[in-house]
């Protein structure tokens, strides 16, 4: 294997905690909408890293 050869990868959910920081600022949260993952998703995108042979975990299934 080399150095830098990817072997595992965590996979989260994307949230949206700073959302509310830009709102009292006054700025627009470019996130507010849109990148929800369901289950099905998560899992489909998992299915490409274990055939590609990287382990691979979803939020907290992690081995660690």
């Given at each position: ?16 905690l700073g959302q509310t ?13 849109g990148g929800e993952m ?21 939020g907290h299934h992690t081995?660690?």
């Amino acid at each position: 294997m080399k150095e830098n050869d990817l072997f595992e990868i965590n996979l989260l959910k994307f949230h949206r905690l700073g959302q509310t920081k830009w709102e009292q600022l006054g700025k627009t949260y470019d996130y507010a909408t849109g990148g929800e993952m369901t289950d099905e998703a998560m899992t489909a995108l998992q299915s490409l890293y274990l055939d590609a042979g990287i382990a691979c975990y979803i939020g907290h299934h992690t081995s660690f």
